[in-house]
T-cell receptor
Framework: DVKVTQSSRYLVKRTGEKVFLECVQD?????MFWYRQDPGLGLRLIYF???????EKGDIPEGYSVSREKKERFSLILESASTNQTSMYLC???????????FGPGTRLTVL | QKEVEQNSGPLSVPEGAIASLNCTYS??????FFWYRQYSGKSPELIMF????GDKEDGRFTAQLNKASQYVSLLIRDSQPSDSATYLC???????????FGTGTRLKVLA
């Protein structure tokens, strides 16, 4: 079974803090993704990576950066957290030919 | 702007009935179509994917794709209360890694 894990299920941070969200997958998938999910807006892609050190912006990259130093790990960084970044953050991974994405359990981030 | 549309619901069906969930998409280049189930507070889990026109069956679930009309649907036969969840439709365009997600339809199966 594909396993995608995320470093925290719940996180509470203060405005202006630097926040790291980590995602690890154990199936040797090339592609990894970060989404945020908000009520009424659905899932929106923040960034994705198709290989180590390779990344592309998604639909809402502003205020976020990512890092992929190893194939199995994809980190999302909020450089200076703001209250409008309070959301559920979901990581996913996939093989390039399959296009099927497998999701981690999610991190519910609250920025106060 | 590529879009995927779903009725937000809730769609309420009695236990044992067929639940029909629909999704329309705007990008004619869409090639792959996915249905995910998401329980409240949990992450999406894949139910089915379909690439070709027609029906694809897996147990109680049937996905139907009509590319000419640009819609994809999910039928759940013999609905159970445990099927109560939000169902997300996702669409992938040829040659891209990106999904476009709908906002989901909330299904309630009444015991």
């Amino acid at each position: 079974d594909v396993k995608v894990t995320q470093s925290s299920r719940y996180l509470v941070k203060r405005t202006g803090e630097k926040v790291f969200l980590e995602c690890v997958q154990d199936m040797d998938h090339e592609n990894m993704f970060w989404y945020r999910q908000d009520p009424g807006l659905g899932l929106r892609l923040i960034y994705f990576s198709y290989d180590v050190k390779m990344k592309e912006k998604g639909d809402i990259p502003e205020g976020y950066s990512v890092s992929r130093e190893k194939k199995e790990r994809f980190s999302l960084i909020l450089e200076s957290a703001s209250t409008n970044q309070t959301s559920m953050y979901l990581c996913a991974s996939s093989l390039p030919a399959m296009f099927v994405q497998f999701f981690g359990p999610g991190t519910r981030l609250t920025v106060l | 702007q590529k879009e995927v549309e779903q009725n937000s619901g809730p769609l309420s069906v009695p236990e044992g009935a067929i639940a029909s969930l629909n999704c329309t998409y705007s990008d004619q280049g869409s090639q792959s179509f996915f249905w995910y189930r998401q329980y409240s507070g949990k992450s999406p889990e894949l139910i089915m994917f379909i690439y070709s026109n027609g029906d694809k069956e897996d147990g109680r679930f049937t996905a139907q794709l009509n590319k000419a009309s640009q819609y994809v649907s999910l039928l759940i036969r013999d609905s159970q209360p445990s099927d109560s969840a939000t169902y997300l439709c996702a669409v992938n365009s040829e040659g891209t890694y990106k999904y476009i997600f709908g906002t989901g339809t909330r299904l309630k199966v009444l015991a």
